[in-house]
């Protein structure tokens, strides 16, 4: 059921969007009978990122809001805005370019009686090319390695999650495209419940924004800044045992081998192995206080979920 003024929404789908005048009015087409279908007090939020294609000229159905950006400043800063100005309990993050399926909605909608946020990962038959594909599964061996669970996909930009939860990593998402994995990240270190349910996604419609070698590699480095953002040790951990290791191993073979002192560089790898270790020490307990600190915030009762930065448009 569409929501009217003063109606307050259940549901709140977010669409970020830049150039997608060939996709997104077929993909609100689709949304509005599947939301209709569901029988809850929704909204629909689109989010121009800036477009220069004539996206924003389209007339969008009554009951759809737009927010428009004056230049494009990355799909993760349209998502946080459509976060800020979501009203609905529970919200659904997916692309405009075609790609999700809308008749998934429900599938996602349904496991937030039980969890936290719901992703759709996506299949073997899904539509993506091969490098892609090798590309997220790397991502999620190393994500299911730094949360201590599997992770399915990483990468997915089509999920549903409870509103609260949602402004409460608004902070810590960054405004390019790996907003889906910091919340991933952020959401399994909290303990909140993650769940994920299978989905086919299609062929996106138009020309793709992602260059695999520019945004592959920042992709990279901006995942290693999240998991030692969440959790150093484990990052500091192996980096240390892997050079106290090289620095022993050199020694004996010095003394063996060479008949000789084990030298300075291995007194200096071992060293600095012992430092690795303690710089990633104090960074977890740092990481930890930083989320004990965050729980004291959200259970104090004069705190209104206010997030940094927020602001009324």
């Known amino acids: 059921m569409k929501t009217i003024e003063g109606d307050i929404p259940e549901i709140s789908v977010i669409i970020p969007f830049y150039n997608e005048v060939a996709a997104l009015p077929s993909v609100i087409n689709r949304i509005l009978p599947v939301l209709e279908g569901m029988s809850r007090l929704y909204e629909i939020i689109v989010v121009d990122d800036g477009s220069e294609d004539g996206t924003k000229d389209i007339p969008f159905p009554d009951g759809v809001r737009v927010i428009t950006h004056p230049y494009n400043m990355g799909n993760g800063a349209a998502v946080k805005d459509g976060i800020r100005q979501a009203r609905g309990r529970f919200l659904v993050m997916m692309d405009g370019d075609g790609q999700h399926q809308p008749e998934d909605i429900p599938l996602l909608i349904a496991q937030l009686s039980t969890f936290d946020m719901v992703v759709g990962a996506r299949t073997p038959a899904s539509k993506a090319s091969l490098h892609r594909n090798l590309a997220n599964g790397i991502y999620n061996l190393f994500a299911s390695y730094m949360c201590g669970r599997r992770i399915e996909d990483l990468t997915s930009g089509f999920r549903a999650v409870k509103r609260d939860i949602a402004r409460r990593f608004l902070y810590l998402l960054p405004n390019g495209f790996s907003y889906p994995a ?66 022993l191993g050199y020694g004996i073979f010095r003394i ?40 004291e915030i959200e259970s104090d009762p004069c705190h209104e979920h206010q997030v940094p930065g927020e602001h009324q448009r």
Do not use: C, H, N
């Open 256 to 295: 063996v081998s060479m008949d000789g002192r084990y030298g300075p560089t291995s007194a200096m790898l071992m060293t600095m192995a012992v430092v690795v270790f303690m710089v990633g020490l104090v960074s977890e307990q740092v990481a930890q206080l930083r989320f004990e600190r965050s729980e």
């Open 182 to 247: 910091t919340i991933t990240l952020a959401v399994v270190r909290s303990g909140y419940s993650l769940a994920y349910v299978p989905i086919m996604s299609g062929r996106r419609i138009g020309k793709s924004k992602i260059r695999l070698l520019r945004d592959g590699t920042r992709f990279l480095l901006i995942i290693l800044r999240i998991a030692t953002l969440f959790s150093p040790l484990k990052i500091f951990l192996p980096v240390s045992a892997l050079m106290f290791s090289l620095g």
